[in-house]
């Protein structure tokens, strides 16, 4: 599938390829992504996904007003602990496949959104 440039600041993704995702240029199984940098992630498994491995994307400032969790190919509920550590710093958590999460983030930062994703590999 490709997905076509928006215009937007930061890195877009811009389609799939095998279980990853094209990112200007690059490509990534798992993804960490701000509006100011995109890398690659090698994520736990989604039951022992926790607030530190978010923290990269919680270090925006200002903070995100959301992080995109695309939990691979298929929609699985992360711990609810995740969720409330989150929701203690003000950030909220939007769960999705991975391949909606990728179309949720150009959408999103197409209206200039200040959010963040982490995505699992497809």
Avoid: N
Avoid at 23 to 30: I, K, R, S
Avoid at 44 to 67: H, K, R, S, T
Avoid at 93 to 117: H, Y
Wanted: charged share 25%; aromatic share 6%; net charge negative.
């Amino acid at each position: 599938m490709r997905m076509e440039r928006q215009a937007s600041d930061g890195p877009v993704i811009s389609g799939f390829s095998g279980r990853g995702f094209k990112v200007d240029g690059g490509v990534y199984d798992g993804l960490l992504i701000t509006p100011e940098r995109a890398d690659g992630w090698s994520p736990p498994p989604i039951e022992a996904l926790a607030v530190g491995d978010l923290e990269p994307l919680l270090a925006l400032d200002p903070q995100p007003e959301f992080v995109i969790l695309g939990t691979g190919a298929v929609l699985v509920r992360p711990a609810v602990t995740l969720v409330a550590a989150l929701e203690a710093r003000r950030i909220g958590l939007e769960v999705m496949d991975s391949r909606a999460a990728a179309r949720a983030w150009g959408v999103l930062r197409a209206e200039k959104r200040w959010i963040s994703g982490a995505l699992y590999p497809l």
